[in-house]
């Protein structure tokens, strides 16, 4: 098992989150402490989903818990990083969707298919 | 009764066997498959039919009983199992065995035919009460593959805890994907925000919309481990029953339906002149997610339907359409006469070289003709995989009666040859196979005692290998054995006594005509009958056949078969005015010959190459062609059965495609020729027949 790694990078304007590895149940643990730092910082979030090699159900999940602190905490939050094989994943566990949901008010969730936003 | 029609019918009805026997080992392993049930049913009645008109009434009565229990079966009454596909091949073998006895005059046995029919009798409920209980395992409509389409809506919702007992919810999605065309949402209205997240519990549900075939056991089995831990509900929302309307539900039907909107709320929005869907999501009625998974449902199946509705409609104008072997043929013929035409077109541009307009046209029509060529002979080209599998059966029998233990192993199914050239394969494969059964694979006990596992092996392989087919043909059985050929050649005055063979030489002489080594004559082969008809058949194909063995490591016989018989690739030769051409494939190389080099053979055809003497055969006195030869004349040096041999020509000319065309019958005897083929400018070439030329040659004094 490849262990999952988390780099925040505290910007100026942004704080970054490059995560690389597997997002798997033997590490969200971990990755959601990683995570609650980084919104810690009150700027907005950027999670750069480039190196990531795997993911579960759990880390699909912790995804999408970040897109619900960010709208609970009004601070944004980004994916970026385009990578296929998170998305292939993303596809069969039904992630991909037409409106976000009921906090998704301004239309920031990562699994809409009707924005250039997607990049999962 | 005429013989021509019997004979018609006899083809015919061999040929329905086969088929027969295909689909019968088929419905073996697809019980509940009707098709293949109706397919079974059409072939016996055919037989029937046509055995009452030509006047075969035993075959005409006997399938008429087995057609009355296949009638059942068709119509559901009868299951299909394993008895009756036993009986039911017995009842093949009896056909053909009356086939059979018509031919040789003697009758069938009858005792045979009669248990046969009491087999099919029992079968038939109410009227014997001893008859044992057909296997009905299997429900018809559940595994089969022409079950209808229908459409499922899965609500999976896995407990909080459900990782903990290892199960990844992605997997199951997975596994329902395979069992037909999904789509699938993910719920995400339980989720949490990060300080309240425990990540290590599921706060997703998931909406399947799946159409399958394989039944509703299939999609429980899915999630047979999990059931105790989440809450699933499987409801039908298309069963292919309600086509009235070509599209599906409302979004609100739907809704109501899946219990996450009331018909009140519902009335209530329809009030309100906007898109239903969204109206429901600002009423916060609904969450986002679970309207999403509901016009994914209504997507879904409106494409369902439109799709059966499309699929009805082209049936028939599928993506393969059926094409009778005689329009094929047409076609090649045809495509041969304009591969002729174009060479003569080439030809006369060669002449007229100034107008480069004209050259640049012929070189075009070269290379189109050369692709339709290609295409149309790759049309009439059929996978050998048909042929292969009719050789389990034959394996399966006859090992058993012989109380052996062989087991067939199939290659290269997928390499195709040219129709016409796999027709003709067949009774030469059988051959060689029966030969393996009987003389190569020994008993179960005799190969212990060799320290050989039990069961034998023979393995079938099919491999490309140029503008050629290579078949091989292994067993791992006892080998040839040298010495009782060679007695047995000497006995039957095939090879003189204290003759020198070479190993490779004794080999050949399986093929002599009449040769068996077999001490008795099995039902099998022993005859003698058998290889020389294999030989003579893979040479009518033009192909070649090859012996390699190992005392007590089995045999291997390689056939050389050519892709096709239409159109080949050879060598254009000239002697005197007249001109021949010999399959490429054969030559080796082209060599001069001088006068001198005649001289020194000492009026024996020989000639040294490369310190190897090469015996050839001067066809200019051959053919009687008036004349004298030039002062240097060629040899063109062959390859045949692995030895090297010349046929001298006054010149050749180069390399020529050539269209095959038959002799007419009146010169179908003529030796060394095998057909005819026209130039460019028209005139006629014969096609030399390397292999008859040095038999001929050879038994000159």
């Known amino acids: 098992m490849e262990a999952a790694q988390v780099k925040v990078s505290r910007k100026k304007e942004r704080t970054v989150v490059t995560l690389s590895g597997e997002m798997i149940i033997a590490n969200v643990g971990e990755l959601r402490q990683r995570l609650l730092q980084a919104f810690a910082a009150g700027k907005p979030v950027e999670l750069c989903v480039a190196g990531v090699t795997g993911i579960d159900v759990t880390g699909l999940q912790l995804l999408c818990s970040c897109h619900r602190t960010s709208v609970d905490r009004g601070i944004p939050c980004t994916v970026t990083g385009h990578n296929e094989a998170l998305a292939a994943i993303a596809e069969v566990a039904g992630m991909p969707r037409l409106k976000g949901c009921v906090t998704d008010v301004d239309g920031t969730c990562f699994w809409r298919t009707d924005t250039d936003m997607v990049t999962l | ?701």
């Not at chain 2, 050239?421 to 005799?446: F, M, Q």
């Open chain 2, 1 to 701: 009764m005429s013989d021509a029609f019997a004979q018609a019918f006899k083809d015919e009805a061999r040929e329905l066997l086969a088929d027969l026997e295909e689909a019968l080992l088929e419905m073996e392993e697809n019980p509940a498959d009707l098709g293949l049930v109706g397919r079974v049913f059409r072939t016996m009645h055919t037989i029937k039919g046509s055995g009452a008109m030509f006047g075969f009434d035993d075959i005409a009565s006997f399938t008429h009983n087995v057609e009355t229990v296949y009638d059942l079966v068709r119509n559901g009454e009868l299951a299909v199992s394993k008895q009756l596909v036993n009986l039911s091949l017995a009842a093949r073998d009896r056909i053909l065995a009356m086939l059979e006895a018509a031919e040789s005059g003697q009758p069938a046995d009858a005792q045979r035919n009669e248990e046969v029919i009491r087999g099919f009798k029992s079968l038939v409920p109410g009227r014997a009460g001893d008859a044992p209980e057909p296997d009905r395992k299997v429900a018809p409509e559940e595994a089969a593959p022409a079950a209808p389409m229908v459409t499922y809506r899965i609500r999976f919702k896995p407990e909080g805890g459900i990782f903990a007992s290892g199960v990844n919810p992605l997997s199951l999605l997975r596994e329902l994907q395979e069992l037909g065309p999904c789509r699938i949402v993910a719920n995400t209205c339980e989720m949490q925000t990060l300080d309240a997240l425990d990540p290590e519990l599921c706060y997703l549900y998931w909406d399947v919309i799946l159409s399958t075939s394989a039944g509703r056991d299939a999609i429980d089995d899915v999630f047979i481990f999990v059931v105790d831990c989440c809450e699933l509900t499987v409801t039908v929302v298309d069963d292919g029953t309600d086509e009235a309307a070509g599209g599906y539900k409302k979004l609100g039907e739907i809704l109501i339906e899946r219990g996450d909107l009331t018909p009140q709320q519902m009335d209530e929005l329809l009030g309100k002149q906007k898109k239903f869907g969204e109206l429901a999501l600002e009423a916060g009625l609904v969450n986002a997610a679970t309207l999403t998974s509901a016009l994914v449902e209504q997507q879904h199946v409106k494409e369902m339907r439109q799709e059966r509705q499309s699929q009805a409609q082209t049936q028939e104008a599928a993506s393969s359409i059926r094409v009778s072997a005689d329009k094929l043929d047409l076609l090649v013929n045809l495509v041969g006469e304009l591969v002729t035409v174009q060479a003569r077109l080439s030809l006369v541009a060669q002449e007229l070289k100034r107008h480069s307009e004209l050259v640049s046209v012929a070189e075009e029509v070269e290379r189109l003709t050369n692709d339709l060529r290609d295409n149309a002979l790759d049309i009439r080209m059929l996978p050998i995989g048909a042929t292969f599998s009719k050789f389990k059966r034959l394996v399966r029998d006859l090992s058993a009666e012989l109380g052996k233990e062989i087991e067939l192993t199939t290659e290269g199914a997928e390499t195709e040859l040219d129709k016409t050239v796999i027709e003709k394969l067949n009774d030469p494969l059988v051959h060689i196979i029966r030969n393996s059964i009987d003389h190569g694979v020994e008993t179960p006990e005799a190969r212990m005692a060799k320290g050989k596992p039990r069961s034998g092996k023979i393995h079938l392989a099919a491999v490309h290998s140029g503008d050629s087919v290579l078949i091989t043909i292994r067993d791992d059985g006892a080998g040839l054995n040298v010495d009782a050929i060679r007695a047995k050649a000497i006995e039957r005055k095939i090879i003189p006594q204290g003759a020198d063979l070479s190993d490779r030489e004794i080999w050949q002489l399986i093929f002599a005509p009449g040769f068996s080594t077999a001490a008795k004559v099995t039902s099998v082969s022993g005859r003698g009958v058998g290889m020389d008809v294999v030989k003579q058949a893979i040479e009518g194909l033009r192909g070649s056949i090859d012996v390699k063995s190992e005392p007590d490591r089995g045999t291997c016989i390689t056939l050389k078969i050519p892709l096709t018989l239409a159109i080949i690739e050879s060598l254009l030769v000239q002697i005197g005015k007249d001109r021949f051409v010999m399959p490429l494939a054969m030559v080796d190389e082209c060599i001069l010959l001088t006068e001198k080099e005649i001289e020194q053979g000492h009026g024996r055809d020989l000639l040294l190459v490369r310190e190897q003497l090469v015996p050839y055969v001067p066809l200019r006195k051959m053919f009687r062609i008036q004349g004298k030869a030039p002062a240097i004349q060629q040899v063109v040096i062959c390859q045949l059965e692995g030895k090297r041999v010349g046929l001298v020509v006054d010149w050749v000319i180069g390399e020529h495609q050539t269209v095959i065309k038959s002799l007419g019958r009146m010169y179908q005897q003529v030796e060394g020729m095998s057909g005819a083929t026209i130039l460019g400018d028209g005139s006629v070439a014969l096609i030399l027949d390397i292999p008859a030329i040095f038999k001929a040659a050879e038994k000159e004094p």
